[in-house]
């Protein structure tokens, strides 16, 4: 079963609000990654955390990495059209790869 | 440069039947994944290579599922025989060679109904 829970499983926000996402394991993850998946799509990378505490940014994207490395969040500011999609984290523990159920972000004109 | 292409894109079978999924990963890319998406959930892995040899296929279902890269380069995963369960879409990935995990690039999957 899923090792890696992922929250809300479903997002509605008013365009330009900001959105977050997050992902818990119940075990130390080596390293996380964020994808992208569009209605219709496939999974797109978008960014890799490997190091405790780490915080990447994209343009509107913030990405973090926990102190135990146990969870991990996405946050997009001022959210636009283009953000629409379901947005997967993926947690890599004892060489295998796990990816979150989801979080579908729909967003409101 | 090309993206990972699979074929087909589209199948519909009856059950009890075969059937074979194709996958040709970015050029270069040494690791090639085999998934599994059912509809709002995430990725499931069915296998994972390291050129030739799989590394991981503790998640593929031995029965009735099997899946070869003779060459290190080019994928098959077949299924036989298929089952009402295995509706789904089968989603081909590939990383570049490198030391440590590596980002995955996914080709467009291939979208199986079983009826």
């Known amino acids: 079963g899923q090792q890696v829970m992922q929250i809300p499983q479903y997002q509605h926000v008013q365009e330009g609000e900001d959105f977050t996402t997050y992902c818990n394991s119940s075990?130390?993850?080596?390293?996380i990654q964020w994808y992208k998946q569009r209605p219709g799509g496939h999974p797109v990378f978008l960014i890799q955390l490997v190091k405790s505490g780490e915080v990447k940014k994209q343009k509107r994207l913030t990405f973090q990495f926990g102190e135990a490395k146990k969870n991990s969040s996405l946050h997009i500011t001022a959210t636009q059209t283009t953000d629409v999609g379901t947005y997967f984290c993926a947690g890599l523990r004892d060489d295998k790869i796990i990816f979150g159920k989801g979080t579908r972000l729909h967003i409101l004109p | 440069e090309a993206g990972v292409v699979q074929s087909p894109r589209y199948k519909i079978i009856e059950k009890k039947q075969p059937v074979a999924f194709w996958c040709n990963p970015i050029s270069g890319h040494n690791t090639l994944y085999w998934y599994l998406q059912n509809l709002g959930q995430g990725p499931e892995l069915l296998i994972r290579?390291?050129?030739?040899?799989?590394?991981?296929d503790s998640q593929l279902p031995k029965d009735r599922f099997s899946a070869e890269r003779l060459k290190g380069v080019d994928s098959t995963l077949k299924i036989q025989p298929a089952e009402l369960g295995d509706s789904a879409v089968y989603l081909c990935?590939?990383?570049?060679?490198?030391?440590?995990?590596?980002?995955?690039?996914f080709g467009p999957g291939t979208r199986l109904t079983v009826t």
């Open positions: 990935a590939s990383s570049p060679s490198g030391t440590g995990y590596r980002e995955q690039y």
């Open positions: 290579y390291e050129n030739e040899e799989a590394v991981d």
């Open positions: 075990t130390t993850l080596s390293n």
